[in-house]
């Protein structure tokens, strides 16, 4: 069964404390990992798309990562700003829905 | 540029009543997929659609809840019987079609459902 499992879920930060939040998934075939950003209230903001093992991709403060079974994604000296909650999704080989899993809340203290 | 337009953003409604939820695609996207999100919880995949095509409904609940997409028009998910349990946010995604150069799914920004 596709599933994925995203740790921790809530992370407190103080501004400037760099962390790494996990996405590990088991999927029949990957046809792509996507991250996005949730504000309360709000429809999910793409962040990243990643395809293969190996690639990384890079926006302002965050880096995503990817191997066979995990990603990560890598927030480096966090602003309140970067306070949402992060999720992770799959996209099997033979479907075109994403399986989410249930997302990191992140809070940034100044 | 429109992005996803859902509507209504908020919904009421009374134990039994109907729930009609509404759903335009970005301009260049021909596929759609409702999602229901819990307090607390995840994204729940429910539906996919393409115009006129019900391509993947294995997320639906077997009674009450049924999906169009039609030829003209956005994309409707209807609740027949709205029991409390269906309260939650209800969120609606879009893609090109594949082979397209940037292919994505684009979120909109949810109806959230009361049922009192």
Redo the contacts between chains.
Sequence with gaps: EDQVTQSPEALRLQEGESSSLNCSYTVSGLR?L?W?RQDP??????LF?LYSAGEEKEKERLKATLTKKESFLHITAPKPEDSATY?C?VRPSN?????????TTLQVKP | NAG?M?NPRHLVRRRGQEARLRCSPMKGHS?V?W?RQLPE?????MV?LQKENI??ES?MPKERFSAEFPKEGPSILRIQQVVRGDSAAY?C?S?PPEGSTY????????T?LTVV
Aim: charged share 15%; glycine share 24%; hydrophobic share 30%.
């Design positions: 792509g996507f996005y209230g709000k429809g999910p903001e793409f798309t999720l999704a479907t075109g829905k994403l399986i989410f899993g249930q997302g | 996803v859902q596929h997929y999602y919880e995840g994204l729940k995949f996919y391509i993947d997320g969120f995604a893609s292919y994505g799914y684009t979120f909109g920004s949810g959230r």
